[in-house]
């Protein structure tokens, strides 16, 4: 009888803790689809990596690996991007990106766009649902699971009813005997659930999952969905005793009768038992409210830019964006290109080369992850993004800038030579060592690059040889400045050709070098440029003082 209370107890308490939940949830989705919504939920990518883990390949080689992921700061745009309301959702978002693989549903989208009343109740069930760092549901589902029952729990948990046996003998005897019996049970469950933390956090995540995804289901009328959905019955059964609060190790009194109980352990290990049956149906659910989540962030991100496009992908090999800008930049110039031949990109020190190059990767990357880019349009076919740009040195391992920027050209070659359709974006080539054999070797680089029809190459750089030199399959383009007074400025617009203009120096006077710095740099330079370059200046003997 004593148990049956405490078990409607916590039934009760469960009831109105959902219910505050429910209309906490409530208020939050509206505010998520306000005009003026910014997302304050920072991603740290090394919690959200399980997924691609889990179901990487032996093709991993064409996904966008760590040292491109490092030069084009996808960490920034990932947070960017993200308005995921889940764990799995940014799991999934992240394997995409990765793998440049796409589960935007467009028509999903548009029902969501104009279906206000829909997304709202959908966006509610996924704030219940909320974030949990370091989840890695997909576990449950990737790998072999066995049932495992503890049978001790549920020894440990029979042993307060059974105390009331005592009652027969000695009330004094049945309460020392069930205070030192409940005292046991809460320190083991207390140090149980410390070293079960990470697993008890996970499972019942997943519950909270499989437990709101009754809603969707209903929305979706998918047959596929609603047979695992039925299948999955007992562990929606148990979801629904799951609090949270238990699990953030606070001592309160509704808490303390579930250590009596063991109740979190003994639901822990039952739905471990209900998983390792249903793996093929809790893959099925978690990977349709995955991608829901990821069309809601990706239409709630769409509405924060001013423009943007759906990126049309052509079987051919077409290459083309117009007025695009770098997506954390959205405010930026945009600059428009039609992919023909490779590209030398030259330009003056912050006049917009890194950037442009930046930009185009990460549109080509977002174009096939999130079927999105930030231009007014873009035709593309699925190709592979490689780059070489943000190259340093390593102190520890004794590893010099130009060892370190000839392994990171070498992984491109590798990746070139199994002929992928692939965009390769290196920023100054191989500037760790001397001109001559820099010039030499990029130009044998350029060279190689041009006997693969399926490279698209861009090369930004300061050397205005390799431009001058007019590589067969390479095409000029710059950026440029002018000065004004002595303000210099930039117009940040691509355009065809060599730069002809340099600012470096000019630079050094902004920012207040000596005097004389200055006017012997420029006096330097220009001797420089009367013999027709550096090399000349030493060939003819020339001297600078």
């Known amino acids: 009888m004593v148990f049956w209370l405490i078990l409607s107890a916590i039934v009760l308490a469960q009831s109105a803790h959902n219910l505050f939940v429910k209309r906490k949830c409530k208020k939050r989705s509206f505010r998520f689809w306000d005009k003026d919504y910014h997302n304050q939920h920072l991603v740290t990518i090394s919690d959200i990596k399980h997924y691609y883990e889990n179901h990487h390949n032996d093709n991993c080689s064409l996904d966008v690996d760590e040292t491109t992921w490092s030069d084009l700061e996808l960490d920034r745009l990932f947070n960017r991007i993200n308005y995921c309301h889940t764990s799995i959702g940014e799991e999934y978002l992240y394997n995409n990106i990765k793998k440049r693989e796409s589960v935007i549903d467009e028509a999903l989208i548009e029902k969501l766009e104009t279906d206000k009343c829909s997304r709202q109740r959908l966006t509610q069930m996924f704030q219940r649902t909320g974030y949990l760092e370091g989840s890695d549901t997909s576990a449950f589902f990737s790998r072999r699971l066995a049932p495992h029952i503890k049978k001790r729990y549920l020894y ?96 309160n009194l509704f808490n303390v009768f579930r250590g009596v109980f063991l109740f979190d352990l003994i639901l822990y290990n039952f739905m471990l038992g209900s998983i390792a049956k249903k793996q093929s149906d809790v893959a099925i659910i978690w990977h349709a409210l995955a991608k829901l989540d990821i069309n809601i962030s990706v239409c709630k991100y769409r509405e924060t830019l001013s423009f943007y496009a759906i990126p049309v992908f052509s079987d051919v090999d077409r290459f083309l964006f117009k007025e695009m800008v770098h997506p954390l930049t959205e405010e930026g110039v945009p600059n428009s290109l039609t992919w023909n031949d490779n590209i030398i990109l030259t330009g003056t020190n912050s006049a917009g080369k890194s950037t442009f190059i930046k930009a185009l990767a ?75 054999e820099r010039i030499s070797a990029s130009l044998a680089l350029m060279k190689w690059f041009n006997q693969f029809d399926e490279l698209k190459v861009c090369i930004a750089t300061h050397d205005l040889m390799l431009a001058e030199v007019g590589m067969r399959g390479f095409v000029n383009y710059h950026f440029s400045n002018k000065v004004v007074g002595e303000q210099i400025e930039f117009d940040y617009k691509l355009q065809k050709g060599i730069s002809k203009t340099r600012n470096a120096i000019g630079i050094l006077a902004a920012y207040d070098f000596p005097a004389e710095v200055v006017m012997e740099a420029k006096r330097i330079s220009k001797l420089i440029d009367s013999v027709g370059g550096i090399d000349n200046v030493v060939y003819r003997r020339t001297y600078i003082k």
């Open 156 to 251: 440990c948990a029979t042993l307060p009813i059974i105390c009331f046996l005592l009652l027969l003998i000695s009330m004094k005897v049945w309460l020392l005997t069930t205070i030192a019996v409940s005292l046991f049970n809460v320190f083991y469950f207390y140090r149980t659930k410390l070293t079960l933390e990470y697993e008890l956090n996970r499972v019942f995540y997943l519950a909270r999952l499989l437990k709101g995804s009754a809603l969707y289901i209903k929305w979706k009328k998918s047959a596929n969905l609603t047979l695992s959905y039925k299948r999955l019955l007992s562990f929606r059964l148990l979801a629904f005793f799951f609090n949270r609060n238990s699990l953030d190790g606070g001592i």
């Open 362 to 436: 990460l549109n080509v990357i977002l174009a096939q992850a999130i079927n999105t880019v930030v231009a007014e349009k873009a035709v593309l076919n699925k190709i592979v993004v490689q780059t070489s740009m943000a190259i340093k040195d390593d102190l520890l391992t004794g590893e010099s800038f130009f060892v370190a920027e000839t392994k990171s050209i070498r992984r491109l070659l590798t990746l070139v030579a199994k002929k992928q359709p692939t965009l390769v974006i290196m920023d100054e080539i191989l500037k760790g060592t001397n001109a001559n």
